[in-house]
């Protein structure tokens, strides 16, 4: 199995198919967000900033996934995903658990650098309030889907991590 995770971390399908997933829930966000007007929070925000990590992550990989740039792809894929559990799993309990003592910011806080929601505000602006369910499926409300979302991503992440350390098998003519 480890072998088949190296074979598939060297090859640009692979790498491709987790950019497509992670674009499909930015789309999936965007259309939550603009079409179903669901207002995003401070949190969905910084989940979403997450999920474009392993964007980032997935098409530095399908760059070069031959090359020494696939184990900086890995390591920007494993801190995106550990990140986005981190949030979802944050975001889940001010909602499961609504407090007036804790709360999310009321403003996203970007880098001076990098100021995302001046820059894309149809984006990352955050209007939200984040202990308000807006939306449900099968009994899960959005950052319940997102915990288990970025603990997959999270999972195959630290199987293709240690598939890197598994040479995978030659094969021959015959198949031994």
Known sequence: MLQFFNRCSQGRGAWLLMALTAL?????ALYFQHVMLLQPCVMCIYERCALFGIL?????????PKTPLRYAAILLWIY???????LAWKHTMIQLHPSPFNTCDFFVS???WLPLDKWLPAVFHASGD???????????EMPQWLVGIFG???LVALIVL???FVRPRRRDLFGR
């Open 152 to 154: 997959a991503y999270l």
């Open 162 to 164: 240690i598939a890197q």
């Open 80 to 86: 995106s995903a550990w990140e986005g559990v981190q």
């Open 24 to 28: 499909v829930l930015e789309l999936v």
């Open 130 to 140: 984040c202990s308000v369910r807006q939306w449900q499926f099968l009994t899960l």
């Open 56 to 64: 980032g992550a997935s098409l530095v990989g399908a760059i070069a």
């Open 110 to 112: 970007f880098p001076s």
